[in-house]
């Protein structure tokens, strides 16, 4: 029988408004459990666009969606949330006065109240169709990049042809020794001005452009890739040394699990009442993209400011009858838990 962790708040969503909610929790010294899909905090911002600028930041202008979650991590520090990553909430039930947690992995989570942070829902790459693609996951096939200094000097080919491909093949030119981009043709469904640097690149035999080709199989030792085979449509096939197999086919997003607990779901958010962002079921809440009311607006900053009302309300149900008094981080500093 698995272990049952027991906290104040169960915050599903480990992504920059998860985080944020670990930091308002904190200060009113309520503890955390975040349990993400992902194998890696930071939701979107690491999945998508990790080294992209972001630029509506308050007091932060352009700063990279990595360095916002490392900042975000080292906030919520002092109040040692526990962080279970690479699993699904799975159920979720009231009995008495706790909500119980099961996870996709056998996690059990016990708290008092859930705020759930999951953006768009949970999401995971569409992976390419190779019948051993698993065995290289650990090491040498990858669906997100983090940090491109990670592939220097290595041989990367990189499958697919919107935008992540793209930026990632112009990003990884003067970086990587060799690059190589797969795409089935000659068309790619990213920004035209960055397919036209692409190609700027390839004309200068900065990385190559492997058109029309499509990933056939992998080869390698344990976890360690050493070559990809890739074929035409008429079975015409290549072989291509590389160290690492960077694979783009989108992500699939869905609510999942979510939408069987009784929660108010119009179009894939949840309503929420503004002022507190409590959903049709007392003890839960809903912050950021998931979260909808009316006239809210999509900005991170609105699901920053979504955390800290939830975390307010969070409080007035784990505190029964105690008043909470306010006080600004200036006068309160980081309270220890």
């Given amino acids: 029988m698995s272990e049952l962790h027991s906290t104040d708040v169960a915050i599903i969503g480990a992504g920059p408004i ?3 909610s670990v930091f308002q929790c904190g200060m009113l010294k309520m503890s955390c459990h975040v349990i993400d899909a992902l194998p890696a905090t930071g939701g979107q911002c690491t999945a998508l666009y990790p080294e992209k600028p972001l630029f509506d930041i308050p007091a932060a202008p352009g700063i990279n969606a990595v360095d916002l979650i490392e900042r975000l991590e080292k906030q919520v520090e002092p109040f040692n949330p526990t962080i279970h990553l690479n699993q699904q909430v799975t159920e979720l039930d009231k009995i008495g006065e706790h909500w119980y947690l099961s996870t996709s992995t056998g996690l059990k989570i016990q ?3 859930v705020i759930i942070a999951a953006g ?7 992976k390419p169709p190779l019948d051993n693609i698993e065995q290289f996951e650990a090491n040498s096939v990858h669906y997100m990049v983090q940090k491109r ?3 220097r000097g290595q041989r990367i080919v990189i499958a697919g042809g919107g935008d992540s491909a793209v930026d990632w093949a112009l990003s990884l030119a003067d970086v990587a020794a060799e690059v190589y981009v797969i795409h089935r043709r000659d068309r790619f469904r990213a920004i035209p001005e960055s397919v036209a640097q692409m190609k700027a690149l390839a004309d200068e035999g900065k990385i190559e452009l492997v058109i029309p080709y499509q990933l056939a199989s992998l080869e390698g030792d344990g976890d360690k890739l050493k070559t990809v085979v890739v074929k035409t449509l008429d079975g015409d096939e290549r072989r291509i040394e590389a160290d690492h197999l960077l694979s783009f086919f989108g992500l699939a997003t869905k609510l999942g699990p979510i939408n069987d607990w009784g929660l108010d779901i119009l179009n894939g958010v949840i309503k929420v009442e ?5 959903t049709n079921i007392e003890g839960i809440f809903a ?4 979260a909808d009311y009316p006239h809210k607006l999509k900005l991170i900053l609105s699901g920053f ?3 800290a009302q939830a975390a307010h309300a969070a409080y007035l149900i784990i505190n029964p009858g105690q008043a909470l008094n306010f006080e600004h981080s200036t006068t309160s500093g980081v309270p220890t838990l």
């Fill in 120 to 126: 768009a829902g949970a999401f995971g790459p569409n």
């Fill in 111 to 113: 708290a008092k109240a």
């Fill in 287 to 290: 912050v950021g993209d998931i």
């Fill in 18 to 20: 998860g985080l944020f």
């Fill in 149 to 151: 200094e990670d592939f």
């Fill in 274 to 278: 503004p002022s507190t962002c409590a």
């Fill in 305 to 307: 400011s979504e955390a």
